[in-house]
């Protein structure tokens, strides 16, 4: 189960897909949102869900986009411009920090001395889990 990073407002859940409004006015354009994305149509959270972070926010899946096997995409905005993952303002998941790789698709997220590297295989080695359960 996918669950929310923040707290926020469900603005949009289609097919695959579903943003999460930080700020909760409803409105992709402004604040922070975060986009999921290949969330599984059932149990997805619906438009207009208020949701806490840690509530799960759908099932990954292969919904959504091109994909050869079962996982979720974050992106996240901020005024409605995209904001990369590496960077000044890197995105730091409970201490794990994304690092572009030398292609897409090919970055890493590293916490203390752990360094997990993205891989299209969807082996353990790859998997990370929130320490939130």
């Known amino acids: 189960m996918a669950t929310a990073i923040a707290d926020g407002l469900v603005i949009r859940s289609e097919y695959g897909e579903i943003v999460l409004d930080l700020d909760g006015d409803g409105e992709e354009r402004t604040g922070w949102n975060i986009f999921y994305l290949h969330l599984a149509t059932e149990k997805r959270a619906p438009a207009g869900a208020s949701l806490r972070a840690g509530e799960p926010v759908g099932f990954p899946s292969c919904e959504g986009g091109s994909s050869t096997g079962t996982h979720v995409h974050i992106a996240r905005k901020y005024n409605g411009e995209w904001i990369p993952a590496e960077g000044i303002l890197a995105f730091n998941l409970e201490g794990w920090i994304a690092h ?7 970055g890493t997220l590293t916490r203390n001395n752990q360094v997990v590297k993205a891989c299209t295989c969807s082996n353990q080695a790859s998997f990370i889990r929130s320490d939130r359960r």
């Open 100 to 106: 572009n790789g030398s292609q897409p698709y090919l």
